[in-house]
C-alpha cells in the first residue's frame, strides 16, 4: 500500500504544478546510458544550445552529418577486407531471422553483432585482436540457414570463428610482417620492405612542404608490380565518395560564408581527383577558419590504424563552438608563445614562433567513420607538420561527449577500489573532471602543436613508434604544465590540489588501472595505451632513488602513491625534453628503446590482480555513443527546421545506417 500512495502523491504533485508553466514541465532523467554489453557501454549525447542556433545553421549541420555518416562504408572496408560482408551478414540475421529469440545462444549473437557493429569489424577496436562469438557454430550456422544466407557459410564461418583467421587487425606482436601480418586493409599481398621501398622512392627529404604521402590509398600487389589504388571517384570507394560530396554540395548552398564555402570547394575538389595537393590546400584553408561557428572533418586523416602510419581512416564529426566554454580554451592559446619559451625543451627544437594555435570547446552534432561509435574527446588538426608549421593547428575539445561520460559514470565505484585514501578520493571527486578537461585542453591546443622538427627530418621517422611517441609528448606537455603556477594565475585552474589530482590519476592509470583494457597475458599495444604506461613507468623508475613514488600494498591490494608532486614534475620535464628530442632528430632507434622498455611489457602479477579487482566491479572499460537523429521538417519543399530526437537505440541505429548508408559492397 505504500507503494501506491507515494504514487499517487507524485500524481497529486503533477496536478499542483500543471497551472505553474515553469515548474509543470518535470523532465524525466535524461538516460545516457543507451546500451551494455561485453567491455562496452554505448551513451547518448546531449546537444546542448541547438535551439540558438539559426534555421540556417540547423541545415548546415543537417547537410554535413548525412556527409558523415555516408563515409561509414569506407571505414569498413578499410578496418578489414571482409568487414562489410560480415556486417551484411548480421544485418540479414537481425532482419530476417524469425526463429526464437529467448535462448542463451541468440543472446550471444546479439553480443557478438553488437561488438562488431562497435568495432566496425571483428576484431577489437582498441585491443586490435579478432573476437569470437560465444554462441555455437553450429548455433551459426543455423542462423544463415533460416535467415536465407546458407551459401554464406563456407566462407563466413572461418572469418569469424577460426582464431588463425587474421587474428590481429594491426600485427604489432613482433612477429611475422608488419603488414602482411594484419587484417587492415591498407595494403593487399605487400610487405612491410616493399611499402617502405615504394615509398622511399617517392618521398623527397628536401622538400619542406611534402604531399601526406599514400595518406589516401591502398597499396597493391598484382603480377609482382606494386601500385596505388586511390581513394576518389572513379576510383576506390567511388560510390561512397560521390555520396559525400553531393552532400557537401547541399551543405554548402547553406553555408554560414564564403569561407566555408571556399574550403569545402577544395574538398570536394581533392575527392574528385584523389590529389593530395589539394588536400593539403583545403586543410590550409580549413585551419585559418577560426570564426565560423558550425565546423567539420571529413576524410582520411588519423594515420592510427595503419601499421605504418601512413595511410588514413576516414572519419567525420560535425560541430559547432560551445561559446561560454571556448573562453577557457582561448586562455590558453592565447599564452601559447609563453608555454612555448618556457617549457623544458632543448632551445633548437623549439618554435620561435607558434603560429595561430586556436582553441575551442565544441559541442558535436555527428559522429562518423572511425569517430563512431568510439569517439576521441579532443581533436587537433592538421596533420601534416609543415602546415601545423607554417599555418598553424586547429584544437578542439569535445565537451559534451566528456560531459556525457561523466554523467553516465557518476556512480562508478572505480575511483574508489583504485584509489589509496578518502582523502584522495575526495581530491580526485572535487578537483577531477575540471583537471581533466584542461590536461584535453593542453594536450590539444598546445601539446601537439608545440616543439619543430629539424631540417631534413622526415615527419615518418619514427615509423611504427611515431603514435605512441607523439600521444606521449602532448601528454607530458600537459602534465609538465598543469602543475604550473600559470595555470592559477590564467584561472584555469581553482586551487594549485587540481593538478595533483590530475597527477594522481595519470600516474594511477599508466601503471596500473589501464590494464584493465588488456586481456590476461597480452601486451600493450594501443598508441595512446604505450604512451602513457611509457610516461608513468619511466617516472616511476627514475624517481626511485627520492622515492617521488611509491608502490603501497594495503589490505592485499596494490596502490601506487604519489609522494613528491615538484619532484615529480621535474621528472615529467625530463622526459618532455627526451621526447621531444627524439621527434625533433627522427631518432628512431631511442624512440624503439623508451617504448619498447616502458611502454609495452606488462607485470603479469599486477595485471591478473588489477582484473580480479576490476571484474568484482562490474564495469565496462570502453564507451561509445549513439549519434542523435536529425530530421529536416519540410515545407513548400525547403528545409524549414531540423528536429532532434535522442532516442534512438544503439542496434536500432546500426541496422538503420546498415540500410541507409550502405554505399558500398
Ligand atoms: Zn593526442
Request: with cysteine; glycine share 8%; net charge negative.
Amino acid at each position: 500500500m505504500k507503494y501506491l500512495k507515494i504514487m499517487l502523491f507524485a500524481g497529486a504533485l503533477g496536478l499542483m504544478f500543471s497551472s505553474c508553466k515553469e515548474s509543470a514541465v518535470k523532465e524525466e532523467p535524461f538516460k545516457y546510458l543507451a546500451d551494455e554489453f561485453a567491455d562496452i557501454k554505448v551513451i547518448r549525447y546531449r546537444i546542448p544550445g541547438w535551439d540558438s542556433l539559426s534555421f540556417q545553421q540547423k541545415e548546415y549541420i543537417y547537410h554535413l552529418s548525412e556527409a558523415a555518416k555516408s563515409g561509414r562504408d569506407i571505414f569498413w572496408d578499410q578496418n578489414f577486407r571482409h568487414g562489410l560482408r560480415v556486417r551484411k551478414v548480421l544485418e540479414n540475421i537481425f532482419e530476417n531471422y524469425k526463429g526464437e529469440q529467448e535462448s542463451e545462444d541468440w543472446k550471444n549473437f546479439v553480443i557478438y553483432a553488437k561488438r562488431v557493429f562497435f568495432s566496425n569489424g571483428i576484431h577489437h577496436h582498441y585491443a586490435e585482436e579478432k573476437f569470437i562469438p560465444a554462441c555455437s557454430q553450429e548455433y551459426f550456422s543455423k542462423l544463415l540457414t533460416e535467415s536465407g544466407q546458407e551459401g554464406e557459410s563456407a566462407e563466413i564461418l572461418p572469418l569469424l570463428y577460426d582464431p588463425a583467421v587474421y587474428p590481429h587487425r594491426k600485427n604489432i606482436t613482433g612477429e611475422g610482417d608488419l603488414l602482411l601480418g594484419s587484417a587492415v586493409n591498407f595494403y593487399d599481398g605487400v610487405s612491410k620492405a616493399e611499402a617502405e621501398a615504394f615509398y622511399a622512392k617517392m618521398i623527397d627529404a628536401k622538400d619542406t612542404t611534402p604531399v601526406s604521402y599514400g595518406l589516401n590509398s591502398k597499396l597493391v600487389k598484382r603480377d609482382g608490380k606494386i601500385f596505388e589504388e586511390v581513394y576518389k571517384v572513379g576510383g576506390l570507394y567511388g560510390p561512397a565518395i560521390e555520396k559525400i560530396i553531393s552532400h557537401l554540395e547541399a551543405a554548402s548552398a547553406v553555408a554560414e560564408n564564403d569561407t566555408q564555402r571556399g574550403y569545402i570547394a577544395k574538398l570536394i575538389e581533392y575527392y574528385k581527383s584523389g590529389d593530395l595537393n589539394m588536400w593539403d590546400e583545403y586543410n590550409i584553408a580549413w585551419v585559418k577558419d577560426t570564426e565560423s561557428q558550425v565546423d567539420f572533418i571529413n576524410g582520411f586523416i588519423e594515420d592510427y590504424n595503419d601499421p605504418m602510419g601512413m595511410k588514413a581512416s576516414w572519419e567525420s564529426v560535425v560541430n559547432y563552438k560551445d561559446l561560454a566554454a571556448t573562453k577557457r580554451a582561448d586562455a590558453i592559446s592565447g599564452s601559447a608563445q609563453w608555454f612555448e619559451d618556457n617549457s623544458p625543451v632543448d632551445p633548437r627544437f623549439k618554435k620561435k614562433e607558434v603560429k595561430g594555435v586556436s582553441a575551442k570547446v565544441i559541442t558535436a552534432a555527428m559522429l562518423g567513420g572511425d569517430c563512431y561509435p568510439s569517439t576521441p574527446i579532443g581533436i587537433n588538426l592538421p596533420n601534416a607538420n609543415w602546415i601545423r608549421k607554417n599555418h598553424g593547428s586547429k584544437s578542439v575539445t569535445i565537451e559534451n561527449i566528456t560531459y556525457a561520460y561523466d554523467q553516465s559514470s557518476l556512480k562508478s565505484p572505480f575511483g574508489q577500489e583504485f584509489t589509496f585514501s578518502a582523502e584522495l578520493l575526495e581530491r580526485a571527486k572535487t578537483y577531477g573532471p575540471h583537471a581533466g578537461n584542461i590536461h584535453t585542453d593542453l594536450h590539444e591546443v598546445l601539446g601537439h602543436g608545440s616543439g619543430q622538427l629539424l631540417p631534413g627530418v622526415a615527419d615518418e621517422a619514427l615509423k611504427n613508434y611515431s603514435s605512441p611517441i607523439e600521444e606521449s609528448r602532448a601528454d607530458l606537455f600537459a602534465l609538465y604544465y598543469i602543475m604550473d603556477d600559470k595555470m592559477l594565475e590564467l584561472g584555469l585552474l581553482p586551487h594549485a590540489d587540481a593538478a595533483k589530482a590530475e597527477y594522481d590519476l595519470q600516474i594511477r592509470n599508466g601503471l596500473m588501472t589501464q590494464l584493465t583494457r588488456i586481456q590476461p597475458g597480452k601486451t600493450v599495444e594501443q598508441a595512446h595505451m604505450r604512451g602513457r604506461a611509457m610516461v608513468s613507468h619511466w617516472v616511476y623508475e627514475k624517481g626511485k632513488p627520492e622515492n617521488v613514488i611509491s608502490r603501497v600494498t594495503k589490505d592485499g591490494k596494490t596502490y601506487f602513491v604519489v609522494n613528491d608532486y615538484p619532484k615529480l614534475r621535474r621528472l615529467y620535464g625530463q622526459l618532455l625534453a627526451e621526447v621531444q628530442r627524439i621527434t625533433s632528430e627522427g631518432d628512431y632507434e631511442a624512440a624503439k628503446a623508451l617504448i619498447e622498455t616502458y611502454g609495452v611489457q606488462v607485470d603479469q602479477e599486477l595485471h591478473k590482480e588489477v582484473l580480479e579487482r576490476y571484474a568484482k566491479l562490474n564495469l565496462a572499460p570502453y564507451a561509445g555513443f549513439v549519434n542523435p537523429v536529425l530530421t529536416p521538417v519540410v515545407a513548400d519543399g525547403r528545409i524549414v527546421d531540423v528536429k532532434i530526437d535522442l532516442t534512438e537505440g544503439y542496434v536500432e541505429q546500426m541496422l538503420r545506417y546498415g540500410r541507409d548508408y550502405a554505399f558500398l559492397k
